[in-house]
């Protein structure tokens, strides 16, 4: 099966930059997802990495290594509606020969003025 | 506009009273499952489908039922829901099984007495 692991709750200053870590074990592995869900409303895609490296999109960049099965989620120039939780997801075969997508637990992000 | 429905935005039932809970998608996806998210477990995958009448079971598939007899239309379904199954589900589709970008309906919070 497939687990993840990224931390519950991180706090960060407005206008600074923050780090959220993902760590994954797979049998197999296509590729690590990040989403973004505010209080009350529905997970929405930031980004996908299959290949190591950066992956940069506005404010927000991604970064995988296959080798140490780590990925992070790189937010900068922090925003208050910045806040919310911040899933990594991970593609992996299941046991049917299907691709599956496993979510972690969410990090809860609370930007501070 | 390209979206994921769910129905009904808020349910409060009672155990063993049965229920269904909708789901449609208008960007000709091939690929929809369903998650439900409770507090410390981050999203859990319920069911999946990767084309018509083509269904599999996710992590948490019991006391539920889903059919795919139209492409757009993924329903959900409780039998006999129980105080457990109280929880916030959502529907989400992609292109097909290998694309990376899940699309997600608004949720749908259940609550069973």
């Known amino acids: 099966g497939q687990s993840l692991e990224q931390p519950s709750e991180v706090t960060a200053v407005e206008g600074a930059i923050v780090q959220i870590n993902c760590t994954y074990q797979?049998?197999?592995?296509?590729?690590l997802s990040w989403y973004q869900q505010h209080d009350g409303g529905a997970p929405t895609f930031l980004s996908y990495?299959?290949?190591?490296g950066l992956e940069e999109t506005g404010r927000f960049s991604s970064f995988l290594s296959r080798s140490d099965s780590y990925g992070y989620l790189l937010l900068q120039e922090l925003q208050m509606k910045d806040s919310a939780s911040y899933f990594c997801?991970?593609?992996?075969?299941?046991?049917?020969?299907?691709?599956?997508?496993?979510f972690g637990i969410g990090t809860k992000l609370q930007v501070i003025p | 506009e390209a979206q994921v429905t769910q129905n009904p935005r808020y349910l409060i039932t009672v155990t063993g009273k049965k229920l269904t809970v909708t789901c449609s998608q208008n960007?000709?996806?091939?690929?929809m499952s369903w998650y439900r998210q409770d507090p410390g477990l981050g999203l859990r995958q319920i069911y999946y489908?990767?084309?018509?009448?083509?269904?599999d079971k996710g992590d948490v598939p019991e006391g539920y039922k889903v059919s795919r007899k139209e492409k757009r239309n993924f329903p959900l379904i409780l039998e006999s829901p129980s105080p457990n199954q109280t929880s916030l589900y959502f529907c989400?589709?992609?292109?097909?099984?290998?694309?990376?970008?899940?699309?997600f309906g608004s949720g749908t919070q259940l609550s069973v007495l």
């Open positions: 989400a589709s992609s292109l097909d099984l290998t694309n990376e970008k899940l699309f």
């Open positions: 997801a991970v593609r992996a075969p299941n046991s049917g020969g299907y691709q599956k997508v496993t």
């Open positions: 797979t049998s197999g592995f296509y590729g």
């Open positions: 489908s990767m084309n018509v009448e083509v269904t």
């Open positions: 990495n299959a290949l190591d």
């Open positions: 960007m000709n996806h091939e690929y």
